[in-house]
């Protein structure tokens, strides 16, 4: 989870400016002010980067940041990457 989740946490701070201060495992992306538009071009990026498929559905302003990393590894774990 580490790496994921360090990633994600870079990428929230230097493409979404979310203030550190405020970046942790349990915040939710609404916390860190992240509207829908933000949200999706979020999933877009970490599919982009990781080269996997994350539903959509999953987008959700209430998902932790311990979730989404959860979502991106289990994704990492069905396709049988390990691009952390």
């Known amino acids: 989870m580490d790496s994921t989740y360090q990633h994600l946490v870079a990428i929230l701070a230097d493409k979404f400016e979310s203030p550190a201060a405020k970046i942790d495992p349990h915040v939710t ?32 302003p209430d998902m932790s940041l311990a979730d989404l990393t959860a979502l991106v590894e289990a994704q990492l774990t069905a396709a049988g990457t390990d691009r952390q």
Do not use: K, M
């Not at 949200?39 to 994350?54: A, K, M, P, R, S």
């Open 29 to 60: 992306l609404s916390e860190l002010e992240l509207d829908s538009l933000a949200i999706v071009e979020l999933f877009v990026t970490l599919q982009d980067h990781y080269g996997v498929e994350l539903d959509d559905s999953h987008a959700r």
